[in-house]
């Protein structure tokens, strides 16, 4: 079973945010069963919790609600959606992110998603959504989706929705696939990198004063 964790800073109802990621979660769900693979979909909605994140921002200790938050994405792929306002992310799915452990993201499968009354915001999702989970290490994929009012009836943003879903069912499925071969080849790991007929080699055996060595400890080549 593979779950799916849609977090939207949208603050409107009905959200215009929430409305795009569950376009594109909806996408992910259908390409998943058409790869045999049973998902689920939860949701972290941002702006019910914005007391609790500024809390945590100053004491560092979420509350309960906050922290099942955390739990949620912590157990999922993710797909991370934020309004745009005057040519940046909102401080409230910033702040939520600031809370977040610098570890909790590592090579997890997300969907960057982003909302605003303009075109001229189309940029903001890449050059900061995606700088910042690269900065938290997630795998974020390579197609993100931006609605600016007149983008809804477009078929263009259908397509960009169908791409991203794609993405995202493609790495989950990889990964499952990834799990049962790591799995299988559990006693094939390898030391220092080590072919597979020398797997094991020790300390004594590595060049430590090899240039790539030399470089690796923050030394120079030369």
């Known amino acids: 079973m593979r779950h799916l964790v849609i977090v939207s800073a949208g603050t409107s109802q009905p959200s215009?945010?929430?409305?795009?990621?569950?376009?594109?979660?909806?996408?992910?769900l259908e390409r998943l069963r058409e790869m045999e693979v049973t998902a689920t979909i939860g949701a972290v909605e941002v702006a019910p919790l914005a007391v609790d994140v500024a809390r945590a921002s100053v004491t560092g200790v979420p509350s309960a609600e906050l922290q099942a938050a955390i739990e949620q994405i912590a157990a999922a792929a993710v797909i991370a959606a934020?309004?745009?306002y005057k040519a940046g992310i909102s401080g409230l799915f910033k702040s939520f992110v600031d809370v977040l452990d610098n570890?909790?993201?590592?090579?997890?499968?997300?969907?960057?998603a982003a909302t605003a009354g303009s075109s001229r915001h189309a940029l903001v999702v890449d050059e900061q959504m995606r700088s910042l989970f690269a900065y938290m290490r997630a795998l974020t994929l390579p197609t993100s989706v931006f609605a600016a009012p007149e983008d809804w009836g477009a078929a263009e943003l259908g397509e960009r929705v169908r791409r991203a879903a794609t993405e995202l069912a493609v790495v989950i499925q990889g990964q499952i696939e990834q799990g049962m071969a790591e799995?299988?080849?559990?006693?094939?790991?390898?030391?220092?990198?080590?072919?597979a007929t020398r797997a094991e080699r020790s300390a004594a055996e590595v060049d430590f004063d090899s240039p790539l060595m030399r470089l690796a400890a923050g030394g120079r080549t030369n």
């Open 82 to 84: 934020a309004p745009v």
């Open 103 to 112: 570890d909790l993201l590592i090579a997890k499968p997300v969907v960057l």
């Open 16 to 28: 215009t945010t929430r409305m795009l990621a569950d376009r594109i979660a909806a996408g992910s």
């Open 183 to 195: 799995r299988a080849s559990s006693g094939y790991r390898h030391a220092f990198a080590g072919n």
